[in-house]
């Protein structure tokens, strides 16, 4: 599958993610949600994280270049976690054997009010 990554004119060009992805071509895969299983602060979580992406894709035929959106939850997100996230994440997929592409992108902050226990 191909899959085109693209920052329109007139979007913002955000370094660890693309605006727009147009994937062509026959194979749909879809990768459950992924966890750092290990702990450890939050840099170490994401790039576990996205190493068992990466792991999930390889095991499929897929690489990074293949993805076309990633969704990430984060408990207790704050703003300035977003900086420990990017390089987490950018590291991660330049470690990972899946490659590493920046495909579109969304975190969605969860607050420990709506988690349910």
């Not at 992805?21 to 992924?34: I, N």
């Not at 576990?48 to 207790?76: C, I, P, Q, W």
Request: aromatic letters at 4%.
């Amino acid at each position: 599958m191909a899959v085109h990554l693209i920052d329109p004119p007139g979007l913002p060009e955000i370094p660890i993610y693309k605006q727009v992805s147009v994937a062509t071509g026959s194979k749909l895969v879809h990768v459950a949600g992924q966890v750092a299983w290990g702990g450890g602060d939050l840099a170490t979580q994401v790039e576990e994280s996205y190493l068992n992406v990466g792991t999930a894709l390889a095991g499929v035929g897929a690489t990074f270049a293949d993805v076309v959106k990633l969704t990430m939850h984060v408990r207790d997100h704050l703003l300035a976690m977003s900086e420990k996230i990017s390089r987490a994440s950018e590291s991660a997929r330049a470690r990972s054997a899946s490659g590493g592409n920046a495909p579109t992108s969304c975190l969605f902050p969860i607050r420990p009010t709506l988690v349910h226990h």
